[in-house]
């Protein structure tokens, strides 16, 4: 086998194949050498070449989306690493372990003008789990800090970043190890949960419960806690589209419910206890609720972290929802309540205005995703950009089988192609991703890469800009507003589908769409893009009688 000579390569690479780490994605570079040496000649990595360092960390996340282990990022020295932030970030959010390795110049070489020179350690310190700063000798010392950052990756799931100076020569190899490193085994704290007396005293003593469920990985809360949540007349689940739960109790399309609430529904409705798990959530409207209306305890599960999102956080309850809700309910009293039962009206007479609006909306937003949402195919991997994308097919509901999967970290557009297809190359199922123009065109080199699936898809929902500052309260139709928040345009796909040899086809209003996108999605020769553009100055507007319909 052939190995980089310089032994801190041999050690950083040595240490992640002990770690169990599979997948290396790589940007060229000539500092990086001996890393992209070591990997690509060992047959335990599985490695990929992508140029755009923010497409390869945006790819990486969706691969470690998707196998929830880590996955590296290889990069030379200098500017190429601050381009790994977003990805970074989002990781830190989303609690998704990647490994950044960064190489870098000696530290003698730095802030004295030599070349592709920038100060890279701790360059991520806000939002990092763990900084190994390496020394140029390969030592001990190197080897406990890259083990600790690769055993915190795994266990806290989440970001970590190992720089590592190189001097030259780069390019040498040997056919032999130099060095042995010394691995650190991964020690996972065993951590006991049991429900203390005062929880369940309040649980059963409340006729108003409310369970609001952000991003999930499919298949994470168990039948048992299901069942039980919705036999409970005192308990109202709310559960969005990326939590991956579906039930006909559950209430996942949020906005659509409580938007029309007048003060008196507020008041009605406002939860005695809230209980939250689960990642970000979409909706601004049930923050605004529960901000406005706060519970007088709000208990938040999760093992590692709990934001005060709703400014009244009582608890932090340090299991997972499994263990908590087991517990709680072998030992409940059940509430005699109308809570789920009102709700449960709430939502039926929601479901009658909407479906009467639908019937008549003309082609629009509203209508594409409603078809969409309709259409899908059950059993894929369903991938969706952030802004209008995610906030439209909160208000449908789609089939149960489908995984669904979106960056909500952060809630930025900037890598939601490159993930789609990072999660597409280790998904068992076909990936479709829905995205919008702008985050599509801002992520266009995501497509630069020669690994993605034949049945990898995109569904383009072209609408000329960036859509939703229309029904943002800051809308005004005039240049600067066009300009400079909308971002008017008047792109179109064609050109890069044929350069990067996507099948492609662009439709309006004027054809048969629910024929089309079952043509599209029984399409798998190779992969397809579906621009489908909708009429940019009436979207707004159909949306916000949709809203007052209600």
Known sequence: MIYPEIPLAQSVIEICKAKGVEHIIISPGSRNAPLTIGFANNSNFKCYSIVDERCAAFFALGIAQQINKPVVVVCTSGSALLNYYPAVAEAFY????????????????????????????????????????????????????????????????????????FEEPLYATVNSLNIVPKIIPIVEEIKTFEIQEDFISKWNSSTKKLILIGELKPNSIESFVLEQLTKDESVVVMAETTSNLNNDTF?????????????????????????????????????????????????????????????????????????????????????????????????????????????????????????????LQDNINLQISNSSAIRYLQLFNINEKIEVFCNRGTSGIDGSTSTAIGAAITSEKPTVLITGDISFFYDSNALWNKYVPKNFKIILINNSGGGIFRI???????????????????????????????????????????????????????PSILEICTPEKQNNEVLLKYFKNL
């Open 94 to 165: 989303s609690q998704i372990p990647l490994v950044v390795i960064s190489a870098d110049r000696p530290h003698d070489k730095i802030d004295i003008g030599d070349g592709q020179t920038i100060r890279q350690e701790n360059v991520f310190s806000n939002h990092i789990l763990y900084n190994a700063n390496l020394h140029e000798i390969a030592s001990v010392e190197n080897d406990l800090k890259i083990n600790e950052a690769l055993n915190i990756s795994i266990i806290n799931k989440g970001p970590v970043h190992i720089n590592v100076p």
């Open 251 to 375: 209430i996942s399309n949020i906005d659509a419910i409580i938007t029309p609430f007048t003060t008196d529904d507020f008041e009605h409705f406002k939860p005695e206890i809230l209980v939250t798990f689960g990642g970000m959530v979409v909706s601004k409207r049930i923050k605004a609720f529960l901000r406005n209306y706060q519970p007088s305890q709000h208990w938040h599960i999760d093992e590692l972290r709990a934001y005060d999102t709703y400014y009244c956080l009582t608890s932090h309850i340090k299991t997972n929802a499994n263990s908590f809700f087991n517990q709680l309910y072998s030992k409940k009293n059940v509430a005699s309540s109308s809570y789920a039962s009102d709700f449960s009206d709430i939502v039926s007479l929601r479901k009658q205005k909407h479906n009467e609006y639908l019937e008549k909306a003309p082609f629009s937003d509203f209508s594409v995703f409603a078809l969409i949402a309709n259409q």
């Open 472 to 526: 943002l309260p800051g809308h005004q139709e005039n240049q600067v507003f066009n300009e400079f928040f909308e971002t008017s345009h008047n792109l179109k796909a064609n050109h890069l589908a044929e350069m990067y040899g996507f099948n492609y086809r662009c439709i309006d209003e004027n054809v048969d769409l629910e024929k089309l996108l079952d043509e599209f999605m029984n399409s798998n020769e190779k």
